[in-house]
């Protein structure tokens, strides 16, 4: 079996069994056991479950990063910076990761299940492993965002942003089970792009909204 194959055979067992039962509750020897591997493979490629978990993000994040920096410039440069859309901008976060998760073949629904775990779970090292690889992406974002907001005080907008940020990742993580109720119950063909649509405007007049 090739190195770059053993490699991936882990990190899909990884990803699913993660997002399907947590970090602590995933062993790596139920992950060797999913992937066909045994564990002085993940030892040899990985060298710990903390490394694991970190490879598991950097997998759909590096090129997640590249495709939502692109896009936010080519809207930024578009529109110019003082007729940026918050809805907009959004948007682009959403839909940026459903490109990279078609163009992967990856499900962006299970990437959301990982991305809300990281955050409930005691999961210190992945967190400053974010902030540390991903920072320079998101940091201009969050100051953009902010700007639609400046009369806001600073724990307003800590637990503004986190539910915009849980809104996202409920609903995207959610999607498949999302667009099947509203098939069965409104007899509605949902499609991602009109949900991301639905979803930007919910959220950016929440973040917005007067401060209290």
Not at 33 to 53: D, P, Q, T
Request: charged share 20%; net charge negative; proline share 2%.
């Amino acid at each position: 079996m090739a190195n770059g194959n053993t490699v991936d055979k882990i990190l899909d067992a990884a990803q699913e069994l993660f997002a399907e039962r947590g970090f602590a509750e995933t062993s790596l020897r139920m992950i060797t056991s999913k992937a066909g591997v045994n564990l002085a493979a993940v030892n040899y490629h990985f060298g710990s479950k903390e490394a694991l978990i970190q490879a598991t993000f950097s997998r759909f994040l590096t090129p997640f990063s590249r495709e939502f920096r692109d896009q936010l410039n080519a809207y930024i440069q578009q529109v110019g910076e003082d007729n940026i859309d918050i809805a907009h901008m959004i948007a682009v976060l959403a839909s940026s990761a459903q490109v990279v998760a078609v163009r992967n073949d990856q499900s962006v629904a299970v990437f959301m299940r990982l991305m809300g775990l990281a955050y409930a779970q005691a999961q210190s090292h992945l967190r400053e492993y974010l902030k540390e690889h991903y920072s320079d992406v998101f940091k201009p974002f969050m100051r953009t965002m902010k700007t639609a907001c400046p009369e806001m005080t600073p724990i307003e907008w800590f637990w503004r942003i986190h539910f915009v940020l849980g809104t996202l990742a409920f609903t995207m993580s959610s999607v498949d089970s999302l667009q099947a109720m509203a098939a069965s119950d409104l007899s509605v063909d949902s499609q991602f792009k009109d949900m991301i649509s639905y979803l930007a405007k919910f959220v950016s007049a929440g973040l917005m909204a007067p401060a209290t």
